[in-house]
């Protein structure tokens, strides 16, 4: 009953994470009353539902993804200096696709299972071509364009075998 319309209470995704982990992703983008609002969550462990006045408390730990700088983000007034250094706990950096070439073939494959089951393709393998055109490009939006790529490759795929030609690396984006 927390805003207009609302016919029963819902648990909140904090109230859902208790016990566990609560995965902020990209906390480069949230605004800066947001921040104040986590910020103050984070160090009490406590919140308050909408619409509620009883205050909670939640055992979870918390991760922060941003594929953003964050310290630029910092430097630029943009995010917070305390609430960096609040998330800041366990910093780990992922490096690029381009960067762990020998995950490309092993992610195109996880892909290639995923989608052929989802639209029920029988598609099962990649060309030698196939991987090597994956192997040589930039990857400039990481694994999520090789998801999409090889999502596309699936669905377009004539054959059971993906070759170079279904992968259209033209079309996206060097």
């Not at 639209?119 to 040589?136: I, N």
């Amino acid at each position: 009953g927390g805003f207009t319309g609302a016919a029963t209470a819902t648990a909140g995704l904090i109230q859902e994470a208790d016990g566990g982990t609560l995965f902020l992703d990209e906390i480069d983008a949230l605004p800066s009353l947001a921040q104040v609002k986590l910020l103050r969550f984070l160090q009490e462990r406590e919140y308050r539902s909408l619409g509620s006045t009883k205050i909670r408390h939640v055992d979870l730990r918390v991760i922060a993804a941003t594929n953003a700088s964050i310290i630029q983000a910092v430097a630029d007034g943009k995010f917070r200096q305390d609430l960096y250094y609040r998330l800041n706990v366990i910093p780990v950096t992922l490096p690029r696709l381009c960067e762990r070439l020998e995950d490309i073939p092993l992610l195109a494959q996880h892909f290639l299972k995923k989608y052929a089951g989802e639209f029920k393709k029988d598609v099962t393998a990649f060309s030698d071509g196939a991987l090597h055109t994956l192997m040589q490009y930039s990857w400039p939006g990481n694994v999520r364009e090789l998801e999409h790529i090889i999502e596309r490759a699936v669905v377009l795929s004539q054959d059971t075998i993906v070759d170079e030609h279904d992968l259209r690396l033209s079309e996206a984006v060097a």
